[in-house]
């Protein structure tokens, strides 16, 4: 998806563009879906190397249950699902880099942003719409002598392929929901059932769903898996493999864990990079913005998503989609000042059915 030419750049390369959406998570990709109802086509800049966010860096296959009529999909799946929505649009994707300077507008922009990545490309955007999530994010590491070189072989922050961890000892350190779903999804019987399962947490309460814990304790119970309260504090390694964890328990004896496959969830460790430095009002590394439009202290620059704040914020896909439609019509004065802005609905407008390439219903 990664485009190079565009047809609207000019003579230097530089594109010019409606809107540029920063993040290519699931409120990103649903931003580009409300800007094109509104008819403003949108370029979308993310430094992953494919669309999804979090989505599909972090938990792929994890089950997703609050998205509306859908009672269940996976990461992936609701990533398919938008960008599959959005093809009408014809929002055109930079993947792999990350926008390294934002300069507001002046006499040689003609009232646009100059923005450009940190591989070179350059955009002249009438509005911005920061999606990022919680920023370039990274999950915060287990740190351990000589726990860096097997990172990838046998130590992940992630799960991008539960079937290569099947019929393997596992062991898995954490106390959020990342850390109990995962134990549970490889401690239950299915194709990826692990050989062994350890849960290690450094203290017996969790942060996650007391519904995941309850679970957790009762596959314990039943010999499925095993639950241990401590932290890791060295590791064991024979011909260049790592072979265990050294855990230090609250009584302050050590002793080795055997295992294949080490997983960690520690959370993700926010960084907005040079967000911060854009001059967009910020609280607790977040961008606070106007609920009526969700623009920031900046005109013409919107967040949506997790990384915005306001008061009775909730972190939620749902609520970024909310915040995305609300945004479009935000934009939608700077993009058209001298043109009203209609609310039309996808059921019955002509309009919207045509650009949307669907049949409009005939009645009887």
């Not at 190079?4 to 230097?12: E, G, R, S, V």
């Not at 669309?51 to 799946?77: H, N, T």
């Not at 430095?277 to 910020?282: E, F, P, Q, T, V």
């Not at 005109?299 to 704040?309: C, Q």
Request: hydrophobic share 40%; proline share 6%; glycine share 10%.
């Amino acid at each position: 998806m990664h485009t190079t030419q565009d047809p609207h750049a000019l003579p230097d390369g530089t594109i010019e563009t409606d809107a540029l959406i920063i993040g290519a998570g699931p409120v990103g990709l649903f931003q580009v879906f409300e800007l094109g109802l509104l008819e403003i086509k949108a370029h979308v800049v993310d430094s992953l190397p494919c669309p999804g966010g979090q989505c599909i860096e972090l938990y792929p296959d994890k089950p997703i249950y609050d998205i509306p009529a859908l009672p269940v999909c996976s990461g992936r799946e609701l990533t398919e699902r938008l960008l599959k929505q959005i093809e009408p649009m014809g929002a055109v994707f930079h993947l792999g880099q990350e926008v390294t300077q934002v300069r507001r507008p002046d006499e040689k922009t003609n009232d646009r942003f100059f923005v450009e990545t940190s591989q070179g490309t350059r955009f002249h955007a009438k509005t911005i719409f920061v999606a990022g999530g919680v920023g370039s994010f990274q999950p915060r590491a287990l740190k351990l002598d000589g726990l860096d070189k097997h990172h990838d072989t046998q130590v992940f922050y992630r799960v991008k392929d539960a079937a290569r961890f099947a019929g393997q000892r596992l062991l898995v350190v954490g106390g959020g929901d990342a850390a109990l779903d995962w134990a549970l999804h490889f401690a239950q019987p299915g194709p990826n059932r692990a050989a062994s399962v350890v849960l290690l947490h450094r203290r017996d309460s969790f942060t996650a769903a007391p519904a995941s814990v309850a679970k957790m304790k009762a596959l314990c119970d039943a010999g499925e898996m095993q639950f241990i309260v401590g932290q890791a504090t060295g590791i064991e390694q024979e011909w260049g493999r790592l072979t265990g964890i050294e855990v230090t328990g609250s009584d302050a004896q050590t002793h080795v864990l055997p295992l294949d496959a080490l997983l960690v969830f520690f959370g993700l460790s926010p960084k907005l990079g040079p967000i911060a430095d854009w001059g967009l009002a910020l609280e607790r590394k977040q961008v606070v913005v106007n609920t009526a439009t969700f623009e920031t202290n900046v005109p013409g620059i919107f967040a949506v998503g997790d990384v915005n704040t306001y008061p009775g914020k909730k972190k939620l896909i749902l609520s970024g989609f909310h915040e995305a439609a609300l945004a479009a019509f935000g934009a939608a004065a700077h993009v058209f000042p001298d043109k009203p802005v209609h609310l039309q609905y996808t059921t019955t407008s002509s309009r919207l059915h045509k650009l949307l390439g669907v049949a409009s219903p005939t009645l009887d």
